[in-house]
C-alpha cells in the first residue's frame, strides 16, 4: 500500500452538479498530482499541487479546480458536471527535490458516474 | 506534441514464459521512462524507472531496456506468474516539466496457468 488515501471510492452525480474529491498523501510528500483516467486509457494529467499552489496544468478547463492543504492533503473540485466527466480520478503524492525523478504514489482512486 | 504508444490488444502468455510489452514514443527525448502496474479498478503501481543514459535495469523478475534512438522501451517480465496479469503503463515527464507525466494507455497482460 502507499499511504495515499482517497475518498469517496464510487459516487454518482447527474449532470450539472458540483462534486469534491478528497485526497490525503503519503508521509513526507509534499506535491499532489490529480489525474482522471478514463475506461480503457492512461491517466490523464489535471493539475499539481506543491507547497499549497497549483503548479502546472494540464487540458482542462477551469470548472476543475483544486486545493492543497498545509498538511498536503489535497481536494479536487469540479463543477456543473457533464458525461464525460465519468471516469476514475486517482491522486498521487510525490516528494520533490534534487533526486526525486517523478515516481508517483498513487491512491485507489475515485470513481465518479455522471447521469 | 509528445505521443506514447502501447500495444492495445491485450498479450497472452503461457505461465512460465517470457513477457515482452513495448512502449514507444515520438517528438521528443525524455530524461527518463517509468513502468507501472494497475490492476482492474485500482490505481497504478510504481515498477521501474530507466534514465536516458542507461541501457537495462533489473527489479528481480522484470527487466527494462531503453533505447533512446529507437524511441522505445521494452518491459520484460520473466518466469511469469498468473499473478503477474494486470495493465502495465509507461510514463513519460511532460516535456516542459520533470514533476508531470505523460501516460501511454497501457496493455493488458494475462498469463494463462
Known amino acids: 500500500e502507499t499511504g495515499v488515501t482517497q475518498s469517496p471510492t464510487h459516487l454518482i452525480k447527474t449532470r450539472g452538479q458540483q462534486v469534491t474529491l478528497r485526497c490525503s498523501s503519503q508521509?513526507?510528500?509534499?506535491?499532489v498530482s490529480w489525474y482522471q483516467q478514463a475506461l480503457g486509457q492512461g491517466p490523464q494529467f489535471i493539475f499539481q499541487y506543491y507547497r499549497e499552489e497549483e503548479n502546472g496544468r494540464g487540458n482542462f478547463p477551469p470548472r476543475f479546480s483544486g486545493l492543497q492543504f498545509p498538511n498536503y492533503s489535497s481536494e479536487l473540485n469540479v463543477n456543473a458536471l457533464e458525461l464525460d466527466d465519468s471516469a476514475l480520478y486517482l491522486c498521487a503524492s510525490s516528494a520533490r527535490g534534487h533526486r526525486n525523478t517523478g515516481e508517483l504514489f498513487f491512491g485507489e482512486g475515485s470513481r465518479l458516474t455522471v447521469l | 506534441s509528445q505521443k506514447i504508444e502501447q500495444n492495445s490488444e491485450a498479450l497472452n502468455i503461457q505461465e512460465g514464459k517470457t513477457a515482452t510489452l513495448t512502449c514507444n514514443y515520438t517528438?521528443?527525448?525524455?530524461?527518463?521512462l517509468q513502468w507501472y502496474r494497475q490492476d482492474p479498478g485500482r490505481g497504478p503501481v510504481f515498477l521501474l524507472l530507466i534514465r536516458e543514459n542507461e541501457k537495462e535495469k533489473r527489479k528481480e523478475r522484470l527487466k527494462v531496456t531503453f533505447d533512446t534512438t529507437l524511441k522505445q522501451s521494452l518491459f520484460h517480465i520473466t518466469a511469469s506468474q498468473p499473478a503477474d496479469s494486470a495493465t502495465y503503463l509507461c510514463?513519460?515527464?511532460?516535456?516542459?516539466?520533470?514533476?508531470?507525466?505523460?501516460w501511454g494507455a497501457g496493455t493488458k497482460l494475462i498469463i494463462k496457468p
Open positions: 517528438n521528443y527525448s525524455p530524461a527518463y
Open positions: 510514463a513519460l515527464p511532460f516535456m516542459d516539466s520533470n514533476y508531470q507525466l505523460i
Open positions: 508521509s513526507g510528500h509534499n506535491t
